[in-house]
């Protein structure tokens, strides 16, 4: 079992910065991959960074360099630093892991973020 816990969700004015955080505990042994998704209004969950067990990362399109995902491993926290934000990164952020062990995925309950304009 893995559990997943973000926050630093806020409501921020476009240009503006927000570093998300997500402490992880139960069986981290057993996680390969670490991600955060976003979900918008009306829109399907989007993958936004990764971060493998090696600390690779990718990121999507849409972050056109706005965002870094990065660990602690002495905290147990997983990190997206968020920059230049505008209306449409509005959404709510979830943390997610991935596990090798029997190949399942775990969520946090999500971290809302309001960007106005």
């Known amino acids: 079992q893995v559990q997943l816990v973000e926050s630093g969700g806020g409501l921020v004015q476009a240009g503006g910065s927000l570093r998300l955080s997500c402490v992880v505990s139960?069986?981290?042994?057993?996680?390969?991959?670490m991600g955060w998704y976003r979900q918008a209004p009306g829109k399907q969950r989007e993958l936004a960074a990764v971060?493998?067990?090696?600390?690779?990362?990718n990121y999507a399109d849409f972050v056109e360099g706005r965002f870094t995902i990065s660990r602690d491993n002495a905290k147990n926290t997983v990190y997206l630093e968020m920059s230049s934000l505008n209306p449409e990164d509005t959404a709510v952020y979830y943390c997610?892991?991935?596990?090798?062990?029997?190949?399942?995925?775990?969520w946090g309950k999500g971290t809302l973020v309001t960007v106005s304009s």
């Open positions: 997610n892991a991935h596990t090798w062990l029997r190949g399942v995925d775990y």
């Open positions: 139960g069986s981290i042994f057993s996680i390969s991959t």
């Open positions: 971060i493998a067990k090696d600390g690779s990362t």
